[in-house]
């Protein structure tokens, strides 16, 4: 069973940057595309972005130009950058296989003062 630790997380003012990372167990890229998911208290889960085993990235457009996702294949690692932020992007944030098939990890606070 894979495991997923979550860690950058951290209190920020709007504007700033923070780089997560997410590291697993083992071979992240045998489920074909992990994910970063972040959950705001009282919403649902969502998917921010994406990378395939290719390389190819997806962003949901409440992120686009503002986060960038890169894994890193031989640390079974997956980054997620995060410039510009806003207080919407407050959240918990973590990684899974997208969709997701891995037990959920304890994620990591984000949170963006105005």
């Known amino acids: 069973q894979v495991q997923l630790v979550e860690s950058g997380g951290g209190l920020v003012q709007a504007g700033g940057s923070l780089r997560l990372s997410c590291a697993a167990s083992?071979?992240?890229?045998?489920?074909?595309?992990m994910g970063w998911y972040r959950q705001a208290p009282g919403k649902q889960r969502e998917l921010v972005a994406s990378?395939?085993?290719?390389?190819?990235?997806n962003y949901a457009d409440s992120v686009k130009g503002r986060f960038t996702i890169a894994s890193d294949n031989a640390k079974n690692t997956v980054y997620l950058q995060m410039n510009s932020l806003k207080p919407d992007d407050t959240a918990v944030y973590y990684c899974?296989?997208?969709?997701?098939?891995?037990?959920w990890g304890q994620g990591t606070q984000v949170t963006v003062s105005s």
């Open positions: 899974n296989s997208r969709p997701p098939k891995i037990m």
């Open positions: 990378i395939s085993s290719g390389g190819s990235t």
């Open positions: 083992r071979n992240i890229f045998s489920f074909n595309a």
